[in-house]
Nanobody, 115 residues
């Protein structure tokens, strides 16, 4: 079955960097578009970034453009979210996403940015 396991969250200060990882299994990762979302309790889940199966195309939310990147390693079945110049408003739970017939989500990883 599809499994997505996020890691790498934590508490950092504004201006710091973090790299989140999402280890995927149970599907053909190298053929799959992958995405990162984030969510604050009580609000809708927001698309942060997505990357095509080959890594040839990426898209970012306006709020993270120029600060975040979404590399992937198909040999390791892992997608990353490299977050630089973090701001307090980036504080959220971050989720890895795969879609095939339905959405699949990981358990999420908490990122907290203090000012």
């Amino acid at each position: 079955q599809v499994q997505l396991v996020e890691s790498g969250g934590g508490l950092v200060q504004a201006g710091d960097s973090l790299r989140l990882s999402c280890a995927a299994s149970g599907f053909t990762f190298s053929s799959s578009l992958m995405s990162w979302y984030r969510q604050t309790p009580g609000r809708e889940r927001e698309l942060v970034a997505k990357i095509t199966h080959s890594g040839g195309s990426t898209n970012y939310a306006d709020s993270v453009k120029g600060r975040f990147t979404i590399p992937r390693d198909n040999a390791k079945n892992t997608v990353y979210l490299q977050m630089n110049s973090l701001k307090p408003e980036d504080t959220d739970v971050y989720y890895c996403n795969y879609w095939r017939m339905r959405d699949y989500w990981g358990q999420g990883t908490q990122v907290t940015v203090s000012s």
